[in-house]
């Protein structure tokens, strides 16, 4: 068992906890100190605050990876939604003869069921299943403590397979908005291998900051839709606090992601720590 899902278990089990001391313990364990949750000042003491005390009965819907797509359709047009292919309740409902030689599989009540076919001669089905299964008994709110998870519907959905033909792979491009209007963004790019993560300004001037996976290796540029990007981000974060718009660019086309409001859960410091502060700042409650 990897480091990782070892930690992630330790965490299942200790569910029992009251969200406050769950946090406060997770938090310790990530930076050394418990969080400041009484007048909190970085971001990610602010985000663990958010945890606890703005409880909007919306997000629920709007993290469920299935039905954030009509929420977003109605306000933006559904030319951005990835299509679904099919819905299912259990992973025994899978027709794979049925989805087509590319697709992905994924949750719709968590971030780590996810299945990437690109092509379906050399999908190993019974290790996709066992994945997938492994993925719906899991309650994500028990993870970090994120409300809105507790009460999502575990389902699977199946989409189209989406890569950019520039870079080879699918690009997210994720801008992080505070009371509708966005501030900064980063770009995770080569994800199928060593993911990479980059932080810009919003004249796509890169920061000289990370969180968990190093710089990439080589220049990112600015994806054509931008500019819209950052139009489209503004209009789905009003009158949500802070939230991160996801989208991705595949060849010249954006497509919407999902909406995140607990950033890395509030549980990954930056490199260097004053970007905690710097980006604290952004927030007003």
């Known amino acids: 068992m990897s480091s990782n899902k070892l930690v992630k278990n330790i965490r299942y089990m200790l569910k029992f906890l009251p969200d406050r001391i769950y946090i406060q313990l997770n938090y310790f ?3 050394k100190k418990f969080a400041n949750l009484e007048t909190p000042k970085t971001y990610n003491e602010k985000i663990n605050w958010l945890k606890l005390n703005v409880k909007n009965p919306l997000y629920t819907k709007l993290v469920d990876k ?3 797509k009509s929420y977003v359709g109605n306000i933006i047009g559904s030319q951005y939604i990835i299509p679904t292919l ?7 409902s899978i027709d794979f003869d049925a989805l087509p030689e590319q697709f992905v599989l994924k949750c719709t009540h968590d971030s780590e069921g996810l299945v990437i076919c690109k092509d379906k001669t050399s999908l190993n089905i019974d290790k996709a299943k066992k994945k997938l299964r492994r993925a719906l008994k899991q309650n994500f709110f028990y993870i970090g403590r994120e409300y809105p998870y507790k009460n999502v519907k575990p389902r699977i959905i199946a989409e189209p397979y989406l ?3 520039i870079y080879n792979e699918l690009r997210d491009y994720k801008f992080f908005c ?4 966005p501030k900064y963004m980063l770009v995770i790019s080569n994800r199928m291998n060593d993911v990479k993560i980059d932080y810009f300004d919003l004249n796509f001037k890169h920061l000289d900051t990370r969180q968990k996976y190093e710089n990439a290796d080589q220049k990112i540029e600015k994806p054509i839709n931008f500019d819209k990007m950052i139009e489209l981000s503004r209009t789905l974060s009003k009158k949500l606090g802070h939230v991160r718009v996801d989208f991705y660019e595949v060849n010249g086309k954006i497509y919407f992601g999902e909406l995140t409001f607990y950033h890395f859960s509030g549980f990954m410091p930056f ?3 004053k970007w905690d502060e710097i980006f604290g700042e952004y927030f007003n409650f």
């Open 29 to 31: 364990a990530r930076f």
């Open 66 to 68: 299935y039905e954030v």
């Open 86 to 92: 099919q819905v299912y309740d259990d992973v025994d």
């Open 163 to 165: 890569e950019d033909n």
């Open 178 to 181: 505070f009371n509708g209007e």
């Open 271 to 273: 490199e260097p720590a």
